[in-house]
């Protein structure tokens, strides 16, 4: 197979796209795909200070390795879970994110959760019902309240993640067999901030998780290729499973998918715009971050801390 662009023998093909494409058209386009995505959505505009959240994965460290040759002035952040298992699963994830950091000289912050609040995940999960099982949940709740509450005190105009196409279209999918209207009426490449809450954005929502894995490898990155022990079994991960042999026998279903969906939003919820979609919110008491639960908000709740603290 041939690049489309000089002829030379292609290293990736965009099976969506019907696309073809050497290492350097490919690594070119992909940058480019995501400058187009960040104007087109009003991800960010000039002037403002961007925060990446970086796992140690190879979407986040992709997403920050483009914003950097794009020029962009974006500092990252890893949250250390506390989450070992077989392997020391989060410390080994936050060296390859200082790894990745250090080799282009860009600014790292680093949260130990344990440290910082006393407990690991797995042992926060263990204080509730619902996440002795499975901690999903419980770290959902303290991961986005850290990124906002250092978005916020770094005075960063934007947050960024590295969800691509198969993340963003298996919540869709969930989202749409539980008819859940609140998340489908808020689910979007960009949330504005409003009220404590600083504006979130998804630069890679339209590439396949094997695109972002392609330019990962293209361009040598090191990453933790070890999965979150906890992911197991997870309800996104079926969800992805069915939307990959859907893809398999229709290339490009998944982005159709998602594409339609993201164009139909205004016609499923005419009189709702993202600010009105999200739900009403005020300051905790104990921490004021915003929230949108009676008195204190969940994450001081699971952490324990309280108006004397």
Known sequence: MKCR??????????????????REHYLDWFVEQTRRTIVRYGMSFPGERILVAVSGGKDSLALWDVLWRLDFPADGLYINLGIRGEIPYSDQSQQSAEIFARERNLNLKIVQVEE?????????????RQGKDRPCAVCGTVKRH???QAARNGGYSVLMTAHNLDDEAAVLLGNSLNWN???????SPVLPGRDGLVRKAKPFCRFYERDTAAYTLLRGIAYIEEECPFSEGSQSLYYKDVLNRMEADRPGTKLQYYLTFLQARQQLFPNTNLEEATTAVHPCPSCGQPTSSAGICSFCRLVGTSLDN
């Open 146 to 148: 850290i990124m906002n």
């Open 116 to 128: 910082s609040y006393g407990k690991s995940i797995p042992q926060l999960a263990e204080q509730t």
């Open 181 to 187: 209207f609140d998340l489908l009426a808020r689910q």
């Open 5 to 22: 662009k000089c002829r030379q023998p292609a290293v990736h093909h965009l099976r969506q796209h019907r696309l073809a494409l050497c």
